[in-house]
C-alpha cells in the first residue's frame, strides 16, 4: 500500500495526530516502567526463605523480669515441648521478616578499626539449643552449633553473644568470601567480638531489608546463646501444618497461665510473612490498575479519534469505493494509519520509559529495567492500536459508495 497519502492526511490533522502520538508515547513509557515493577513485586512476594514457613508458629512474651530470666525461660520452654503435636521449640531474638530488625555489621578483616566501609550489614538471629530443628533450616555445609558453643554464648556489649561460632546464610558466604568456602573462616565485630564459620545454611531472609537490595536481603547469621537472656523473647514453636492452629492457641494459653503479668501474643509465621508483604502486594495491584487505566485510555483514545476520521471522510471513502477500492482495501488504509501513528508513539514511548528508568534508578534505588521491556511494551501498544482502530475500521470498510456520494 501507498503510505504517502496516508502521510498526507496526518499533515492535514496534526493536532489530533500529535496528541494520539503522545498518548501513546506516554503509555508505553508507563506501561514498560509499570511492568518491570510490578514484576519485581512479584519477585519480592515470592522470594524463597529456607524455613519450615508453613509449620512455625511465633509465640512472643513480654514482660519476664530478668532477674528470674533463666528459670522462667526454662520453664516455657518445657512447657511448649510438652504440647501434644510440638516437634521442636527454641527461643530466638527475632525471626524473619517481623520487621524487629536485629542488624550487625562484620567484616574478614581483624585490622579494620572503627565501623567502615569494608563492614557488611547483616541480618543478627540469636537462638538457643535446637534452633535449627524448630526454624528447619537447610544445611549445606558445615555443622550446627555443639551444646558447649550454645552454653558459652551470653550477650556481651552491643548485644553481642560473647561465643565464637557462627552459622552463616550462602549468599552471605558469597558476598564475604566470593569464589572461596566460608568454613573455618573468620568474622570480626569490632575489636572485641570474632565468630568462626561452622556452619552454612541455605539462605534465610532477614526481618526487613534494612535499605539493601533482593541479594542482600538473605544476608543473615545465626550465633548461639544460652536460654537465659531476657531480651530474647520469641519462642519458635514447630509442629506439622495440620497442627499448627491447634498448637498456636494451646502455646499462648498455656504460658499465658504461666505468666499471667506478662504480655503473651503469637502469630503463625504465614501471618508474618503475609503482613510483611501485605504493601508490597498492595503496590502490585496499584501498578496493575494504573496500567490497566492507561490502556483503556489509550484504547478509548484511538477509537474516538478514528471513528471523527471515519465521520469525516465519508466522502473520500465513497470516492475510492466507487472508482474500485474493497472493503479490504479501506480496512487495511486504516489499519497502516494507525500502525504508523503508533509507531511514532512506540519509539518516542521507548525513549521515554528508558529516561524514566534512568531516573527512577537515581532517586528511589530501582534496578535497571531489561531491554527486553521495551519491544514488548511496543508489540504490546501496536496490538491495542490495531485492535482499537478495527472496530471504526469495519465502519468505514461498510460505506456504501452511493450513499457516500450523495453527500456530494
Same mark, same amino acid.
Request: charged fraction near 15%; include cysteine; aromatic fraction near 10%.
Given at each position: 500500500?501507498?503510505?504517502?497519502?496516508?502521510?498526507?492526511?496526518?499533515?492535514?490533522?496534526?493536532?489530533?495526530?500529535?496528541?494520539?502520538?503522545?498518548?501513546?508515547?506516554?503509555?508505553?513509557?508507563?506501561?514498560?516502567?509499570?511492568?518491570?515493577?510490578?514484576?519485581?513485586?512479584?519477585?519480592?512476594?515470592?522470594?524463597?526463605?529456607?524455613?519450615?514457613?508453613?509449620?512455625?508458629?511465633?509465640?512472643?512474651?513480654?514482660?519476664?523480669?530478668?532477674? !528470674? #530470666?533463666?528459670?522462667?525461660? $526454662?520453664?516455657? *520452654?518445657? @512447657?511448649?515441648?510438652?504440647?501434644? /503435636?510440638?516437634? +521442636? &521449640?527454641?527461643?530466638?531474638?527475632?525471626?524473619?521478616?517481623?520487621?524487629?530488625?536485629?542488624?550487625?555489621?562484620?567484616?574478614?578483616?581483624?585490622?579494620?578499626?572503627?565501623?567502615?566501609?569494608?563492614?557488611?550489614?547483616?541480618?543478627?538471629?540469636?537462638?538457643?539449643?535446637?534452633?535449627?530443628?524448630?526454624?528447619?533450616?537447610?544445611?549445606?555445609?558445615?555443622?550446627?552449633? !555443639? #551444646?558447649?558453643?550454645?552454653? $558459652?554464648?551470653? *550477650?556481651? @556489649?552491643?548485644?553481642?553473644?560473647? /561465643?565464637?561460632? +557462627? &552459622?552463616?546464610?550462602?549468599?552471605?558466604?558469597?558476598?564475604?568470601?566470593?569464589?572461596?568456602?566460608?568454613?573455618?573462616?573468620?568474622?570480626?565485630?569490632?575489636?572485641?567480638?570474632?565468630?568462626?564459620?561452622?556452619?552454612?545454611?541455605?539462605?534465610?531472609?532477614?526481618?526487613?531489608?534494612?535499605?539493601?537490595?533482593?541479594?542482600?536481603?538473605?544476608?543473615?547469621?545465626?550465633?548461639?546463646?544460652?536460654?537465659?537472656?531476657?531480651?530474647?523473647?520469641?519462642?519458635?514453636?514447630?509442629?506439622?501444618?495440620?497442627?499448627?492452629?491447634?498448637?498456636?492457641?494451646?502455646?499462648?494459653?498455656?504460658?499465658?497461665?504461666?505468666?499471667?503479668?506478662?504480655?503473651?501474643?503469637?502469630?503463625?509465621?504465614?501471618?508474618?510473612?503475609?503482613?510483611?508483604?501485605?504493601?508490597?502486594?498492595?503496590?502490585?495491584?496499584?501498578?496493575?490498575?494504573?496500567?490497566?487505566?492507561?490502556?483503556?485510555?489509550?484504547?478509548?483514545?484511538?477509537?474516538?479519534?478514528?471513528?471523527?476520521?471515519?465521520?469525516?471522510?465519508?466522502?473520500?471513502?465513497?470516492?475510492?469505493?466507487?472508482?474500485?477500492?474493497?472493503?479490504?482495501?479501506?480496512?487495511?488504509?486504516?489499519?497502516?494509519?494507525?500502525?504508523?501513528?503508533?509507531?511514532?508513539?512506540?519509539?518516542?514511548?521507548?525513549?521515554?520509559?528508558?529516561?524514566?528508568?534512568?531516573?527512577?534508578?537515581?532517586?528511589?534505588?530501582?534496578?535497571?529495567?531489561?531491554?527486553?521491556?521495551?519491544?514488548?511494551?511496543?508489540?504490546?501498544?501496536?496490538?491495542?492500536?490495531?485492535?482499537?482502530?478495527?472496530?471504526?475500521?469495519?465502519?468505514?470498510?461498510?460505506?456504501?459508495?452511493?450513499?457516500?456520494?450523495?453527500?456530494?
Amino acid at each position: 500500500m501507498n503510505i504517502r497519502p496516508i502521510f498526507s492526511s496526518l499533515r492535514k490533522h496534526r493536532i489530533p495526530t500529535t496528541l494520539i502520538v503522545l498518548e501513546i508515547a506516554l503509555a508505553c513509557a508507563v506501561l514498560c516502567n509499570a511492568v518491570f515493577m510490578i514484576g519485581q513485586r512479584i519477585g519480592d512476594i515470592r522470594l524463597p526463605n529456607a524455613i519450615d514457613q508453613a509449620g512455625i508458629s511465633v509465640v512472643t512474651v513480654q514482660g519476664t523480669d530478668p532477674d !528470674h #530470666a533463666r528459670d522462667v525461660i $526454662a520453664r516455657n *520452654l518445657a @512447657t511448649l515441648r510438652a504440647i501434644p /503435636g510440638v516437634q +521442636a &521449640v527454641a527461643l530466638m531474638n527475632t525471626v524473619p521478616l517481623s520487621q524487629n530488625g536485629w542488624n550487625t555489621g562484620f567484616t574478614t578483616d581483624p585490622a579494620t578499626k572503627g565501623f567502615d566501609d569494608k563492614y557488611v550489614n547483616v541480618a543478627e538471629y540469636l537462638i538457643t539449643s535446637g534452633g535449627d530443628k524448630a526454624l528447619g533450616l537447610h544445611l549445606f555445609r558445615g555443622r550446627f552449633f !555443639h #551444646a558447649d558453643e550454645y552454653a $558459652a554464648g551470653t *550477650l556481651g @556489649t552491643s548485644f553481642m553473644p560473647t /561465643g565464637h561460632a +557462627a &552459622v552463616i546464610t550462602r549468599s552471605f558466604a558469597a558476598r564475604m568470601w566470593p569464589g572461596h568456602s566460608a568454613l573455618g573462616k573468620v568474622l570480626y565485630m569490632g575489636d572485641t567480638y570474632s565468630y568462626t564459620v561452622v556452619g552454612i545454611v541455605d539462605n534465610v531472609l532477614r526481618p526487613n531489608r534494612n535499605g539493601g537490595d533482593a541479594r542482600s536481603f538473605s544476608h543473615s547469621v545465626f550465633l548461639p546463646v544460652a536460654p537465659v537472656e531476657s531480651a530474647m523473647n520469641d519462642y519458635i514453636v514447630r509442629s506439622a501444618p495440620v497442627d499448627r492452629d491447634r498448637v498456636l492457641r494451646a502455646s499462648i494459653d498455656k504460658l499465658s497461665k504461666l505468666e499471667p503479668a506478662a504480655v503473651v501474643k503469637g502469630r503463625t509465621f504465614s501471618d508474618i510473612r503475609n503482613a510483611y508483604f501485605a504493601d508490597t502486594r498492595s503496590m502490585a495491584w496499584m501498578l496493575v490498575l494504573v496500567c490497566a487505566v492507561m490502556i483503556a485510555v489509550t484504547a478509548f483514545g484511538i477509537v474516538g479519534l478514528s471513528s471523527f476520521w471515519v465521520g469525516q471522510r465519508r466522502r473520500q471513502i465513497g470516492i475510492r469505493r466507487a472508482v474500485g477500492a474493497t472493503r479490504g482495501h479501506i480496512l487495511r488504509y486504516f489499519q497502516t494509519e494507525n500502525f504508523l501513528i503508533s509507531s511514532l508513539g512506540v519509539a518516542l514511548g521507548m525513549i521515554l520509559a528508558y529516561g524514566a528508568n534512568l531516573y527512577l534508578m537515581q532517586h528511589y534505588e530501582m534496578a535497571r529495567m531489561p531491554w527486553y521491556f521495551l519491544p514488548i511494551g511496543a508489540l504490546t501498544l501496536w496490538l491495542i492500536g490495531q485492535f482499537s482502530v478495527l472496530g471504526p475500521a469495519l465502519r468505514a470498510s461498510n460505506v456504501p459508495p452511493v450513499v457516500a456520494t450523495r453527500s456530494v
